[in-house]
């Protein structure tokens, strides 16, 4: 089946410093991969979608600065916050399309807290 | 623009009972998937169940099974013979083009 590893599980950091995470598709290529951002007791909400060579696609509302995605390869995508500050903790998780059911593959999520 | 609404923020069964979890969608578009998505305490995200708009058959896998009324734009989940591990967070998704749109999601508490 379709696995996406998603690094860190968890992070913290102080505030003003950058942190990435990473996503990666194990056993297939991964034409497109989003990014969603989800708040406790709340629903997935998407910030990006990338696809691979090309730049992000941002939703209406996420800064493109302080959130950097880099699609550089069909098996890789990350997510770097920038000048991290408290309101930016949150859970991050990407999702895959690619798969063999051409279905989208989620990462296990990380929880970042910016202190 | 999809939009997808979950009327239930939380449900409550019996375990060994039957439930069913509504979902309601609005869209332009003829082709399309609808999914249900389970979020256990660990938040991974797991499909539960996948139905391609196109196919009038209702999907089934094991003890999940959809009621998806096209022309009404409903899809309801039905979990059969509860178990305790079924208690997540169930969220409904529409995918049109490249994007999966979800709803606000129902918390499904299993009671023994």
């Known amino acids: 089946g379709a696995v996406v590893s998603q690094h860190p599980s968890w992070v913290i950091c102080k505030s003003g410093t950058s942190v990435k995470i990473e996503c990666r598709s194990l056993?297939?290529?991964?034409?497109?991969m989003f990014w969603y951002r989800q708040f406790p007791k709340q629903s997935l909400m998407l910030m990006a979608t990338?696809?691979?060579?090309?730049?992000?696609?941002?939703e209406q509302g996420v800064e493109k600065d302080k959130f950097l995605i880099n699609h550089a390869s069909l098996t890789l995508s990350t997510l770097t916050v920038t000048s991290a500050h408290p309101e930016d903790s949150s859970f991050y998780i990407c999702s895959a399309r690619g798969g063999p059911n051409y279905g989208y593959t989620f990462g296990s999520g990380t929880r970042l807290t910016v202190v | 623009a999809q939009t997808v609404t979950q009327s239930q923020p939380e449900m409550s069964v019996q375990e060994a009972e039957t439930v069913t979890l509504s979902c309601t969608y609005d869209?332009?578009?003829?082709?399309?998937?609808l999914f249900w998505y389970k979020q256990p305490p660990s938040r991974q995200m797991i499909l539960v169940i996948r139905?391609?708009?196109?196919?009038?058959q209702n999907a089934t896998e094991n003890r999940f099974s959809v009621n998806f009324q096209k022309a009404a734009k409903s899809f309801s989940l039905k979990i059969s013979d509860s178990q305790l591990g079924d208690a997540a967070m169930y969220f409904c998704?529409?995918?049109?083009?490249?994007?999966?749109?979800f709803g606000g999601g129902t918390r499904l508490m299993v009671k023994p």
């Open positions: 056993d297939f290529q991964a034409t497109t």
């Open positions: 990338s696809n691979e060579g090309s730049k992000a696609t941002y």
């Open positions: 998704a529409h995918n049109a083009g490249n994007m999966l749109t």
């Open positions: 139905q391609e708009a196109y196919k009038q």
């Open positions: 869209t332009s578009e003829s082709d399309y998937y």
